[in-house]
């Protein structure tokens, strides 16, 4: 099937610095990829729908200004948590598909904020 | 109000035991996904389902699109199965997945 693949998978950071989150479609091109954020115990949530070629679409409540999102292929994108604070280790995880419904979820990267 | 409910929210099994994890979820759907959760976060899809019935080792994934329910099943379980279990759904009007909250599931030896 399908390959979705994230890097790094864990990364520790000091708050204030910025980290770049990678989401490769290995087997595939996307014109679509999602990527979600994952909460202590709750389920997964969009944030943000980013489009090749063209600007992210950020759900309510995303800082766009802090969660920047690039899509600059039709293999690869970028989230990169600006300016990081503790508040942000999280679990953030992709997917990616030919269409948007039949995608596919990468591995996920842990994100510590010391 | 969620759109996609699991049940049972935890399981803990005796190694062997077969195991059956629920997800009923409330909009139509174009397809349903199901997701592992290993302790430390990585994710593994396991399954896409938009109808019938998908088999991959030990693991059967069914669906019933009029009862809006799918479900996930293990068989001969074993603690290496011990993991969180997602359902997730993309709705045939929508653009986005919907999560539930996952079933923690705990083998015992």
């Known amino acids: 099937g399908a390959v979705v693949s994230q890097h790094p998978s864990r990364v520790i950071c000091k708050s204030g610095t910025s980290v770049k989150i990678e989401c490769r479609s290995l087997?595939?091109?996307?014109?679509?990829m999602f990527w979600y954020r994952q909460f202590p115990k709750k389920s997964l949530m969009l944030m943000a729908t980013s489009n090749e070629g063209s600007k992210a679409t950020y759900e309510q409540g995303v800082e766009k200004d802090k969660f920047l999102i690039n899509h600059a292929s039709l293999t690869l994108s970028t989230l990169t948590v600006t300016s990081a604070h503790p508040e942000d280790s999280s679990f953030y995880i992709c997917?990616?598909?030919?269409?948007?419904?039949?995608?596919?979820f990468g591995p996920g990267t842990r994100l510590t904020v010391l | 109000k969620n759109e996609v409910e699991q049940s049972p929210q935890n399981l803990t099994a005796q190694e062997g035991e077969f195991i059956t994890i629920n997800c009923s979820y409330s909009v139509g759907i174009s397809a349903l996904h199901w997701l592992q959760q290993h302790p430390g976060g990585g994710i593994v899809s396991l399954f896409m389902l938009s109808s019938g019935k998908k088999k991959h080792g030990r693991l059967i994934a069914t669906i019933n699109i009029q009862e809006k329910h799918s479900s996930l099943h293990i068989t001969a379980s074993h603690p290496r199965d011990s993991a969180v279990y997602i359902c997730?759904?993309?709705?045939?009007?929508?653009?986005?997945?919907?999560f539930g909250t996952g079933t923690s599931l705990t083998v015992i030896p």
């Open positions: 087997d595939f091109q996307a014109t679509t």
């Open positions: 997917s990616g598909g030919q269409s948007t419904d039949t995608q596919y």
């Open positions: 997730a759904v993309f709705p045939n009007t929508g653009n986005q997945f919907y």
